[in-house]
Each structure stands twice: as structure tokens, then as C-alpha cells.
């Protein structure tokens, strides 16, 4: 049975007209699927499968106890909170096998009774949202994108284009918010301006969201210069681009720098850089260097003392953190906390620094980088995961001093925070990974 459907040539060209329904958002999906219901259903015992076809002549394929163990029924799914209540090894044969599978009269459901007499009754449009990608889909997909996620990739030209918001109207407009995160997650960066310069500012947005992360520097820290500095962000001497923290088990996803005092002379602007943009072109460009970068252990480390006392941190992971597809979670490239590459023999050394030199080459080219300097009641937040800052020196005066206050928000609460705002404003909930798609969109100015 399994040789009437739709595989190898035919079948990768229509799923290709599918995948491009999805670029353009669920919304356009639903829409299609008004006409793209269901025409035919088969079911193949042999291969364990069910599979559909849709109104428009292309088909996606089920396995049986995917579609068992995801039954929408109130006594399988409790859907208030979108858990499953089904124990599925203690309920269900592993090969479990439909007695009958019919589509509904209006072609918008799939109707299935299970051997022990349940029944499952599935919409078209879960169907559609749940469909699996083939084998030899899935092969070209993973070399598709740098990330699984949908996000645009940006250089130097996007210092003028920069999504800014203003300070009260996130607070007071969720529209507002939702453009904010949504910025914040497509791009990596939003600016934040007409902040009040005063103290709490950072809380509100931080209770906005979710909560600021609490970190061994507080709850927010002011970047000023220090006569007893323990960290070279607090001189005035030139910051490298870096992610914060790659010592952190959970590294905190997302930064805030509100500028509370500017010097008028020259430098202590930020300098930002896309590094997944950057390791977009490695990958092109040096893929072995690319591979070496995403699969050796670098570690690092900071002590020192702070507000909660002396810490002593350590902890380990690539400079370009991957997924098992190999697509880019995190760059977590800090020059100032490297420690050495773990594991690496000295025959493989030379080979490794070649690698890193040749990264960090390109995170430092003038075409992939911006320079913002912030005036006070701006606050820049980025993706601490990929967007990396720096500082240019500067020179203090003596009536002039420079001050940051700092804070961080986990991504997780942030990316929940986006979806509820999402489905409220009926935009759909935007940060979702997805099982069958990788996105990278590139950036052009408009
Ligand atoms: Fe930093
Ligand atoms: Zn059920």
C-alpha cells in the first residue's frame, strides 16, 4: 500500500509547496486550510502509517502511535494547560493498530477507534500543524539555516534600522511589548529610549516580562568605572566583544544596559555584532573551522568578589553552542574568561587557535559590527546568546563619569511572555521551534 503514496521526487516538490505555506505563518496556513481539507485517507498496517491526503493533492504521513499517543480527547489531553494525562506505556501497545480510520463528512476531522474501543477525533488543522517531516526532507532541511529558530540575520547596515520603542509605552501598551520581544527575538536587539534616569527602571521591565535573573553581581549592577575594579568592565579600558557569563550553567539569554551617564568626549560607546551572522558566513567560508569551534569544550573561568561575597566560577561549552542538528543555540565567545580548549592534544593546538583566530576575525570585521553610543534613558537589549557587546575605551575627566546600570531576563519567561502577548493580540504564538523547519532570513535594508 505504502507505494500509492506520495514519496521520493513528487512528493519533496509538493511538501515544498507546504513548508512555503508555513514561511509565511500559521495565520496563511489556517486560511489555506479552509480549502485544504482532507480528500483521501489510507492506512498502511505494513509500514504502521496512516497517511492523508489533502484537497490540493499532497499528502503527509502518521505514524499509528504518533497519532495514538497524541489523542486530543479530554481523557488523553488536559487542554487547559496543554498537558498530557495519557500514560502512554502502561495504556498503549507500542504497535498499536487502528480497527478503523474515516474522515467526517466535512472533510475537517479524522475519526480513528483504537482496538480497545477508544476513539480518537482529530481536526484537520492540528493534523496539518503536527505533520511529520520525510527522511530525505528532514537531510536537506538540516543544512538549511544556522538556527532552528525564526530569526533575521543582520551587519554593519543595520545600525540605522535598529527596532526602538519607548520606555513607557512598552509598560503601558502590549502591542508596544509584543513588538519589543518580538523585536528582541527576531533580531537579537531593541532599543529601548525616553527612560526616566532613575533607579527601579530595569525591575519594571524585568517584572514586565517575568523577573530579572538574579546573578552573583545582584539583581542589577551599575557599570561604572571603580577605583577597585574586579572586573575590567568597570575601568575604562576597551571591551572586547563578548557574551556575558559563558561560565554560568544557565547563562542568562537576555541583557539590559540602561545608560544612566554618558561622557561627552570620545569612546564608551557599545560595540554589537551578530554572531550567528558571523558564524553563518564561517560555516561558508571555513567549515572546518566552523565544525572544530562547535564541537571542542572551551573553558572558563572567573573569581572575585561582589555584593554576595567572593564566587569562584567555572564551566565549560563550545564557543558555538549547536543543536543535534547542528544548527547554532549560543555563541559563547568571551575572550577575557577563556580559559584553554579542553580535550585538544598539542599536535591539534595549532589547528584549534586557527580556528578560533578565524572566527574571531570575522566577529570582529568592521562589516559585521555597529558602533551605538547610548545617551542617558537608553536602555539596549539583546540576545546575550548571540548578539556579543563590547565598549570602546575612553578617558575620564574629572566632572564627567561615565554609568550603566546592567541587568539580565532568562529567555525562557521572555519567549513565554511573547507567546501569550502573541496569542492575545491574535498574531499567533511567534517563538516556537519548529520540528520540521529551519529559518534564517536575511536582512535588507528597506
Ligand atoms: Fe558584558
Ligand atoms: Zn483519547
Redesign the pocket.
Known amino acids: 500500500m505504502i507505494s500509492m503514496w506520495r514519496t521520493g521526487l513528487a512528493y519533496l516538490r509538493l511538501s515544498n509547496t507546504l513548508t512555503g505555506v508555513q514561511h509565511r505563518g500559521l495565520g496563511t496556513a489556517s486560511f489555506l486550510l479552509n480549502k485544504l481539507l482532507m480528500k483521501s485517507v489510507e492506512h498502511s498496517p505494513e509500514q504502521k502509517m496512516v497517511s492523508i491526503t489533502w484537497q490540493n493533492g499532497t499528502s503527509n504521513r502518521y505514524p499509528y502511535i504518533y497519532l495514538r499517543d497524541n489523542c486530543q480527547c479530554t481523557e488523553c489531553f488536559f487542554e487547559e494547560s496543554s498537558q498530557r494525562l495519557l500514560d502512554i506505556v502502561k495504556d498503549v501497545d507500542v504497535n498499536v493498530k487502528p480497527n478503523k480510520v474515516e474522515i467526517s463528512d466535512d472533510q475537517t476531522k479524522l475519526s480513528i477507534i483504537w482496538p480497545d474501543g477508544h476513539i480518537s477525533l482529530l481536526d484537520a488543522e492540528w493534523l496539518f500543524q503536527k505533520r511529520l517531516s520525510e527522511e530525505t526532507e528532514s537531510e536537506t532541511k538540516s543544512c538549511e539555516g544556522v538556527t532552528t529558530r525564526k530569526v533575521t540575520l543582520w551587519g554593519s547596515e543595520f545600525k540605522d534600522h535598529v527596532p526602538h520603542m519607548k520606555f513607557e509605552d512598552i509598560l503601558n501598551d502590549e502591542e508596544v511589548q509584543f513588538n519589543w520581544l518580538n523585536s528582541l527575538y527576531r533580531y537579537g536587539i531593541a532599543l529601548v529610549t525616553d527612560t526616566p534616569v532613575q533607579e527601579g527602571q530595569l525591575e519594571k521591565l524585568g517584572n514586565l516580562v517575568g523577573y530579572l535573573r538574579m546573578t552573583a553581581y545582584g539583581k542589577t549592577i551599575l557599570v561604572s568605572t571603580r577605583l577597585k575594579a574586579n572586573s575590567v568592565?568597570y575601568t575604562s579600558h576597551t571591551?572586547p566583544l563578548?557574551?556575558?557569563l559563558p561560565y554560568y550553567e544557565c547563562k542568562p539569554g537576555i541583557?539590559l544596559l540602561f545608560c544612566w551617564e554618558q561622557i561627552p568626549t570620545k569612546g564608551g560607546a557599545n560595540t554589537l555584532v551578530d554572531s550567528f551572522h558571523v558564524a553563518q558566513q564561517l560555516k561558508k567560508e571555513d567549515p572546518h573551522a566552523y565544525n572544530l569551534l562547535t564541537k571542542t569544550h572551551v573553558l572558563f573561568r572567573h573569581s572575585g568578589a561582589d555584593i554576595l561575597g567572593e564566587y569562584d566560577f567555572e564551566g565549560a561549552r563550545p564557543l558555538l553552542e549547536v543543536d543535534h542538528h547542528g544548527r547554532l543555540l549560543r555563541c559563547n565567545h568571551n575572550e577575557g574568561t577563556r580559559q584553554c580548549f579542553l580535550g585538544v592534544p598539542a599536535n591539534k593546538t595549532q589547528e584549534m587557535y586557527e580556528a578560533y583566530y578565524s572566527l574571531t576575525k570575522r566577529l570582529k570585521d568592521p562589516k559585521n559590527m555597529f558602533v551605538h553610543k547610548l545617551s542617558p534613558g537608553e536602555i539596549v537589549v539583546f540576545d546575550n546568546d548571540r548578539v556579543l557587546?563590547g565598549r570602546t575605551g575612553y578617558t575620564l575627566t574629572e566632572n564627567v563619569g561615565r554609568c550603566l546600570e546592567?541587568a539580565y531576563i532568562d529567555w525562557d519567561v521572555a519567549r513565554s511572555k511573547l507567546n501569550v502577548l502573541g496569542k492575545k493580540l491574535n498574531k499567533g504564538p511567534v517563538a516556537r521551534m519548529d520540528s520540521t523547519l529551519s529559518v534564517t532570513h536575511p536582512w535588507t535594508a528597506a
Do not use: E, K, N, P
Request: no cysteine; net charge negative; glycine share 0%.
Open positions: 568592565a571591551l563578548h557574551s556575558d541583557q557587546h546592567s
